[in-house]
T-cell receptor
C-alpha cells in the first residue's frame, strides 16, 4: 500500500525495556521525522533525517535512538523505556521541494510505559 | 527561537455556525501549514500559505495569512460534524523542520 505506515499501532511495555517503533514510507521522500504528541505540548520533534544515514536531533531526543539505513524506513528505539515516554508517536515524511515542506503523517503509535 | 500560539485552545460550536481559529507567530512566517487531526488518527494536510495577504479555500474552510506574515486564521463556514477534530498550525523553521502550535480542539454540537 502506498503511503506511510507505523507499527505497532498500540504498545504497552514496562519501565526499563527496549522498544522499537517502526516507520515505513513508499514515496521515497528524502526527509523523515519522529514526533511525540502529549496533551498541552502539541507536536515535539524527537529526531529527523535528511537522507539515508543522515540523522539529527530534534527538540526532545534524550532516551531515543534512530537509524536510517534505507530511505523508506526510519525506526525509533527507546533504549530503556521510562514512564515519561508514554505518549503518542507520529512518523512523518516530506519531499521538501523548493521550500514546500508538506509533511505526510503516519497513523501514530500509542505507547504506554508501565 | 520561533513560537506559534494557537487560539482558542478549544472551541464548542453549534452545527451550522461559523468559527475562526488563529495562529500567531513570534517571528515572520515564511511558510504556514494547516493540518487537521481526527481523534486517535494522524494529521491530514489542509493547506499551505506563503505570501502575505494570501488566502486559500478548500470546501468550507478558508485560511488567510496576514500582510505582515505573523498571523494566520482558519475560518470554517457553516460548520458540520465532520469538521470536529484538532486543528494544528505548523511553520517552516530551520533545517527543513516545522514548528507547531499546541492545537485547537473543535467540537461541533448537533
Amino acid at each position: 500500500d502506498a503511503g506511510i505506515t507505523q507499527s505497532p499501532r498500540y504498545k504497552i511495555t514496562e519501565t526499563g525495556r527496549q522498544v522499537t517503533l517502526m516507520c515505513h514510507q513508499t514515496w521515497s521522500h528524502s526527509y523523515m521525522f519522529w514526533y511525540r504528541q502529549d496533551l498541552g505540548h502539541g507536536l515535539r520533534l524527537i529526531y529527523y533525517s535528511a537522507a539515508a544515514d543522515i540523522t539529527d536531533k530534534g527538540e526532545v531526543p534524550d532516551g531515543y535512538v534512530v537509524s536510517r539505513s534505507k530511505t523508506e524506513n526510519f525506526p525509533l528505539t527507546l533504549e530503556s523505556a521510562t514512564r515519561s515516554q508514554t505518549s503518542v508517536y507520529f512518523c512523518a515524511s516530506s519531499a521538501w521541494d523548493s521550500g514546500y515542506n508538506e509533511q505526510f503523517f503516519g497513523p501514530g503509535t500509542r505507547l504506554t510505559v508501565l | 527561537s520561533q513560537e506559534l500560539e494557537q487560539s482558542p485552545q478549544s472551541l464548542i460550536v453549534q452545527e451550522g455556525k461559523n468559527l475562526t481559529i488563529n495562529c500567531t507567530s513570534s517571528k515572520t512566517l515564511y511558510g504556514l501549514y494547516w493540518y487537521k487531526q481526527k481523534y486517535g488518527e494522524g494529521l491530514i494536510f489542509l493547506m499551505m500559505l506563503q505570501k502575505g495577504g494570501e488566502e486559500k479555500s478548500h470546501e468550507k474552510i478558508t485560511a488567510k495569512l496576514d500582510e505582515k506574515k505573523q498571523q494566520s486564521s482558519l475560518h470554517i463556514t457553516a460548520s458540520q460534524p465532520s469538521h470536529a477534530g484538532i486543528y494544528l498550525c505548523g511553520a517552516d523553521a530551520s533545517n527543513y523542520q516545522l514548528i507547531w502550535g499546541a492545537g485547537t480542539k473543535l467540537i461541533i454540537k448537533p
